[in-house]
């Protein structure tokens, strides 16, 4: 007998998205995501879209990882399921991943945790933290959004308590 996936439930976009809104089939790039002593620990992701530019701080992050948007399809099922909107930036009150962490983890145990999911165009970044991010969006354009495809070297990384590779991303 085969166990049933777990799959996520609970999604909320929330309030605060980078501006100009996506749409379906037209999100932000993830351009870079950092985490370590330069950033003082807090997981900082950059975000670009027709010109624009906007970064994403997200503070007293427990876990993070990135992944191809294509291999988050359950993601996408279970939101469009529950009727929310296409969005950047949403939490996630259930997930396998939030469950994951929490069993195994003394930080999960001891402070409420919350799933945020960061959609990009290409890949999508999903932070388990205690606080929720503060969203920057830069009044000055960039000089040429990035539109190739990203290929994805290091992806995740843990808080405080252990290494925290950067995501590598190369053209």
């Known amino acids: 007998m085969t166990e049933k996936a777990f799959v996520p439930h609970g999604f909320c976009l929330l309030a605060d998205?980078?501006?100009?809104?996506?749409?379906y089939g037209h999100l932000w790039e993830i351009v870079d995501v950092r985490m370590g002593v330069s950033t003082d620990w807090d997981l900082h992701v950059a975000l670009?879209?027709?010109g624009h530019s906007a970064n994403v701080i997200f503070p007293n992050v427990v876990s993070y990882r990135a992944h191809d948007e294509r291999e988050m399809l359950e993601y996408w099922g279970a939101?469009?399921?529950e009727g929310v909107g296409?969005?950047?930036l949403y939490s996630v009150s259930e997930s396998a991943y939030k469950s994951e962490i929490q069993a195994g983890g003394v930080t999960g145990l001891s402070f409420p945790l919350t799933h945020f999911l960061l959609a990009g165009n290409n890949i999508c970044v999903e932070v388990l933290s205690t606080n929720p991010p503060e969203v920057r969006n830069n009044t000055a354009s960039v000089a040429a959004p990035h539109v190739r495809r990203r290929r994805v070297?290091?992806?995740s990384g843990s808080g405080k308590g252990g290494a925290a590779p950067l995501l590598r991303m190369f053209d």
Do not use: I, N, Y
């Open 17 to 23: 998205q980078p501006q100009p809104l996506g749409s």
């Open 79 to 81: 939101r469009a399921h």
């Open 48 to 50: 670009e879209m027709d």
């Open 86 to 88: 296409v969005g950047s």
């Open 153 to 155: 070297l290091a992806a």
